[in-house]
Structures are given as structure tokens and as C-alpha cells.
Nanobody, 121 residues
Framework: QVQLVESGGGLAQPGGSLRLSCAAS????????MGWYRQAPGKQRESVAT???????NVAEAVKGRFTISRDYAKNTVYLQMNSLKPEDTGVYYC???????????????WGQGTQVTVSS
């Protein structure tokens, strides 16, 4: 099996920064795309940023210029650097990864358990 474990959430003031990490572990043969999503109270989950196996990134308009996604291939980890945080960035942040496991050799999407980010003064 494959597990995704997020860390780095918490409370930040408007204008502040946080860095989220998501490490994949388990029976991993390879990882394709990885990404970050968020869900604010009463709203649907939305994509924040994604990164392909080749390193191409896609960032939501709402966070463009403030958030940066990156990955460490050796550590099977994806990061989300969040700068200039705004109260509307508050929500639960989830990472996901498209993983091909060693056995059985199937490709499926896994999700982390989520980490709370609260931006408030």
C-alpha cells in the first residue's frame, strides 16, 4: 500500500508564509503527477497547484505569484510554499499523487489526510 503524509499546516497571519510537505511512502514503483488541493468550510475542494513527473507546474489563478509547488524525486515528496497568505487561503489542504505500485502494478491516485491552514490576525 501507499501512504501520503502531510505536514506544515498551522496558523499564520495575513501576509505570512507557510510551507507544506507531503511525503509518499510504501510500495512505490513510480510517481507521476502530484498536487495540492484545498477545501474551505462550506465549499468544494479545489485545485491549488499540480506538478507533473517532468516538473511542469500549474497553479490556480487565486494563488499565482504567491504559492509555489515543487517536488523532491528522491524523497517522493511534494512541497507547497505559500507566501503573502490571505484569510481566504484558510482551509484544509490535501496532497495527492498518481502512484504506480510495485505489486500489483497498478496506477491509482492516493490522497493525504489533510492539514489545516488558518490565516488570521
Amino acid at each position: 500500500q501507499v501512504q501520503l503524509v502531510e505536514s506544515g499546516g498551522g496558523l499564520a497571519q495575513p501576509g505570512g508564509s507557510l510551507r507544506l510537505s507531503c511525503a509518499a511512502s510504501g510500495s512505490i514503483f513510480s510517481i507521476n503527477g502530484m498536487g495540492w488541493y484545498r477545501q474551505a468550510p462550506g465549499k468544494q475542494r479545489e485545485s491549488v497547484a499540480t506538478i507533473t513527473r517532468g516538473g511542469s507546474t500549474n497553479v490556480a489563478e487565486a494563488v499565482k505569484g504567491r504559492f509555489t509547488i515543487s517536488r523532491d524525486y528522491a524523497k517522493n515528496t511534494v512541497y507547497l510554499q505559500m507566501n503573502s497568505l490571505k484569510p481566504e487561503d484558510t482551509g484544509v489542504y490535501y496532497c495527492n499523487a498518481d502512484v504506480r505500485s510495485i505489486y500489483p502494478s497498478v496506477l491509482r491516485t492516493y490522497w493525504g489526510q489533510g492539514t489545516q491552514v488558518t490565516v488570521s490576525s
